[in-house]
T-cell receptor
Framework: AQSVTQLDSQVPVFEEAPVELRCNYS??????LFWYVQYPNQGLQLLLK??????LVESINGFEAEFNKSQTSFHLRKPSVHISDTAEYFC????????????FGSGTQLTVLP | NAGVTQTPKFRVLKTGQSMTLLCAQD?????MYWYRQDPGMGLRLIHY???????AKGEVPDGYNVSRLKKQNFLLGLESAAPSQTSVYFC????????????FGPGTRLTVT
């Protein structure tokens, strides 16, 4: 069975500083990897995904994540955060050949401080 | 397109009462899912459906039932609510043309007293 570990439950960071949110997964088969973002009192929105090809994937608002198969990681990074990036971030995995159901990590609350 | 909608948005139940949560999507998606979100535990899959008339159990199915009589609707039922079912419930849908993006509804906050 697949599982996802998000190592940090809370990450406070000052505005314009870089940030890394860590995600590790375990699975016995090929996986697809995702980062979702949840703003307060809202549903989840897809931030970026790795399906195949280049191991570095980017979002439209400056986040990027790198798939590292040997370390079974998919860490999320941003070189300079804004107040508006304050949200909860979830890493998720889906196994190839499955019914596309997602297994989520426990989430990381990113708080950007002025 | 409204996307994925959920009804109701909030509900308070007493232990032992029953209720049904409705999820509707207008994107003609084949797959639909029900998750629950609890603090510090992320989202956990309750039940899912890969098409009209089909349902399957997820990670935490006990105490819940589902039905998918129409492609656009996915119902989640609680026959006898328990305080442990206090949670935020999210519905999601996925279409095979959607490049692996699941679309989430806004959530239903359920409190069982």
């Amino acid at each position: 069975a697949q599982s996802v570990t998000q190592l940090d439950s809370q990450v406070p960071v000052f505005e314009e500083a870089p940030v890394e949110l860590r995600c590790n997964y375990s699975s016995s088969v090929s996986v697809y990897l995702f980062w979702y973002v949840q703003y307060p009192n809202q549903g989840l929105q897809l931030l970026l995904k790795y399906l195949s090809g280049s191991t570095l994937v980017e979002s439209i608002n400056g986040f990027e994540a790198e798939f590292n198969k040997s370390q079974t990681s998919f860490h999320l990074r941003k070189p300079s955060v804004h107040i508006s990036d304050t949200a909860e971030y979830f890493c998720a995995v889906s196994e190839s050949g499955s019914a596309r159901q997602l297994t989520f990590g426990s989430g990381t609350q990113l708080t950007v401080l002025p | 397109n409204a996307g994925v909608t959920q009804t109701p948005k909030f509900r308070v139940l007493k232990t032992g009462q029953s209720m049904t949560l409705l999820c509707a999507q207008d994107m003609n998606h084949e797959y639909m899912y029900w998750y629950r979100q609890d603090p510090g535990m992320g989202l956990r899959l309750i039940h899912y459906s890969v098409g009209e008339g089909t349902t399957a159990k997820g990670e935490v199915p006990d105490g819940y039932n589902v039905s998918r009589l129409k492609k656009q609707n996915f119902l989640l039922g609680l026959e006898s609510a328990a305080p442990s079912q206090t949670s935020v419930y999210f519905c999601a849908s996925f279409g095979t043309q959607a490049l692996w993006e699941q679309y989430f509804g806004p959530g239903t906050r359920l409190t069982v007293t």
